[in-house]
């Protein structure tokens, strides 16, 4: 009986090191395969960071096509109108008025520019919006970063005479009074 236990313990011995030396051999593989991953990746990342700005550019035309200034086209209106975008903007006006004011902007470029950071960055300066902003967008079909860009250029469009600035002066840089 003794005899045939250390038999089998042998016979384990010798498959266990078969598959050891199995696994340290598909463990070396991934290893090899993950290293040519890795250098894949770096040749990947610059060309993903040149396209970025591109697509950004691309996904906004969508709604607002690149002309200075940017305007809403049929869909952005559609958005704005169905989506409660607009609603909440007029709501959340005087909020979002102080915070583009808090910014002390000094043209009318730069006041674009914060009215439409100020406008992506909803969710974070009013959270009590964005069921509301998730709603909208599930309903229109479009994502919440959309809903926010329509959203924004409405907002910039309201506030503007506020701020001291009307949208045909983005282009030309104009000191506020």
């Not at 598959?19 to 051999?25: F, H, I």
Request: with cysteine; net charge neutral.
């Amino acid at each position: 009986m003794e005899e045939k236990l250390g038999k089998l313990k042998k016979i384990g011995n010798w498959i266990s090191a078969i598959l050891l030396g199995n696994t340290r051999e598909l463990i070396a593989r991934i290893d090899e395969r993950t290293n040519h991953i890795l250098e894949d990746l770096k040749d990947i990342k610059p060309k993903v960071d040149d396209m970025y700005p591109k697509v950004d550019i691309l996904w906004k035309d969508k709604v607002a096509p690149a002309h200075s200034p940017r305007r809403l086209n049929d869909y952005g209106i559609t958005i704005l109108n169905s989506s409660g975008i607009k609603e909440v903007i007029e709501e959340k006006k005087s909020v979002l008025l102080n915070l583009v004011k808090a910014e002390n902007v000094k043209n009318a470029y730069d006041a674009e520019q914060t009215v439409l950071s100020v406008a992506k960055k909803l969710p974070e300066h009013c959270p009590d919006v964005i069921d509301r902003l998730k709603a909208g967008a599930f309903k229109t079909g479009a994502n919440v970063d959309t809903v926010l860009l329509v959203g924004g250029i409405y907002l910039r469009d309201l506030i503007f005479p506020d701020l001291g600035f009307s949208v045909e002066e983005i282009d030309k840089h104009k000191t506020a009074p």
